[in-house]
């Protein structure tokens, strides 16, 4: 079975057209730039935290895979992102890339951030979107589609070991991502063909994501808590170790 296509069960020995399909170019796009994003992270450490090659790449896959694993777990199926070579070789590429270009890549701070809003936008698309085909409400559909868009960034920051970002950072990442599977699942229910819907949903999360970091939006408990960890690491709070 192809990568991203759900099929019903036969009857009268015929097999239906698929109900669900994801385009592997589509899905591989976000694969690599989530790839990408995760190496951009993965090589700003230094000292102890620094990270060889392997480490570097493994974070890329753990960012490029995590959101599509999430999502075919929550939904009982098959892992996508094994069903073909494709994407840990994309994921892997992509984060070799993502690390030979850090330098020059850092400095072009705008397109980083527009890169990490598609890719949330992205991942959150699809996640929606298959649940919707799954048959499942609308509610826990966006539901899927949040997990999905911020799996890769969870799994990463539980792998290196860090507060998880959606939870101190802010900047409106879930609120992003829930904004535009909301807009995704609302427009397929009314009837909007479910590419644009999600193409609208896309849309969506990645002008809330761009729109928080310009203009550092975050809810207030993720600002009180961001405030309250650059003082302690700035050392205008003491660190309690328990």
């Not at 385009?23 to 102890?48: M, Y």
């Not at 993502?98 to 020059?104: D, K, V, Y």
Request: proline residues 5%; contains cysteine.
């Amino acid at each position: 079975m192809r990568p991203g296509i759900l099929r019903p069960s036969t009857q009268n020995g015929c097999v239906d057209a698929p109900l669900f399909f994801i385009p592997l170019w589509a899905d591989l796009t976000a694969v690599g730039l989530g790839g990408i994003q995760g190496a951009l992270f993965a090589s700003g450490f230094r000292g102890q935290r620094r990270l060889d090659l392997l480490g570097v790449a493994i974070i890329g896959v753990v960012m490029g895979m995590g959101g599509g694993i999430i999502r075919d777990m929550l939904l009982d199926q098959p892992l996508s992102t094994l069903q073909s070579d494709w994407y840990l070789v994309t994921a892997i590429g992509a984060a070799l890339v993502g690390m030979l270009l850090a330098a020059p890549l850092r400095r072009l701070n705008g397109l980083i951030v527009g890169l990490d809003a598609i890719v949330i936008g992205m991942f959150g698309a699809f996640g929606t979107s298959k649940a919707l085909a799954l048959g499942l409400p609308l509610i826990p559909a966006v539901f899927v589609g949040v997990c999905a868009a911020a799996g890769g960034g969870i799994l990463r920051d539980v792998f290196m070991g860090l507060p998880v970002a959606i939870m101190h950072v802010g900047s409106l990442y879930a609120i992003a991502a829930a904004a535009g599977c909301l807009v995704l699942a609302v427009s397929n229910a009314i009837g909007v063909p479910l590419v644009w819907a999600a193409v609208a949903g896309i849309v969506v999360t990645a002008v809330i994501r761009v729109l928080a970091v310009v203009f550092d939006l975050s809810l207030p408990e993720q600002r009180m808590l961001y405030r309250r960890k650059v003082a302690a690491e700035t050392g205008a709070l003491p660190i309690v170790k328990p």
